[in-house]
């Protein structure tokens, strides 16, 4: 059973980097047919999809924060991270790693997911 | 604003059938059947119910359905249960190349 735990700060100040990893166990993140994603919920609001990074490290970003996102890769620890940069309150939100299938767009398998606040 | 409306909330008596509507565009729910639907329980992380439409996962009960029709998806839930009561929400890929999803829908079993 493959689970996902996300980790990192809870807190964050305006105008700095928000740093996630997301540790994959009970399976490999080299796995050919997954893709590796971030999704957020802001308090009191719907998903939104941040993007994704395959095996490789190749990755696709959502275009609405492309300018500000950053998602990688290490094998050899399992792990897929997220960096957001220049945060605002309006970033407040729980964030989710995931893991996606190659072949149609869904996540099989989520984290708990980890609040993140973005106060001075 | 979420790109796909859902209502925002639902209910149903134990053992009826309720319906979650996904509305979108041409652009994402009516050019792709690529639908997904989501079930979260507070405090959980997000379980797949329903994928590509009308597809279940394994492990996921018969009760639950998806469908589409035009620019709106559906899940129906038989048979209403108690732990049915969550908050569900959509997805669908779209034509810009992102995975949208709708803003939510808390299901309330009376």
Known sequence: QVQLQESGPGLV??????SLTCTVSGGSISSGDSYWSW???PPGKGLEWFGYVYYSGSTYYNPSLKS???ISVDTSKNQFSLKLSSVTAADTAVYYCARGIVDTPRFDYW????LVAVSS | QSALTQPASVSGSPGQSITISCTGTSSDVGGYNYVSW???HPGKAPKLMIYDVSYRPSGVSNRFSGSKSGNTASL?????Q???????????YSSSSTLD??????????
């Open chain 1, 111 to 114: 984290g708990q997911g980890t």
């Open chain 1, 68 to 70: 500000r996102i950053t």
């Open chain 1, 13 to 18: 100040k305006p105008s700095q980097t928000l």
């Open chain 2, 101 to 110: 999803f709708g803003g939510g829908t808390k299901l309330t079993v009376l």
């Open chain 2, 76 to 80: 129906t839930i038989s048979g209403l």
């Open chain 2, 38 to 40: 989501y079930q979260k």
């Open chain 2, 82 to 92: 108690t732990e049915d009561e969550a908050d569900y929400y959509c997805s669908s």
């Open chain 1, 39 to 41: 999704i957020r919920q």
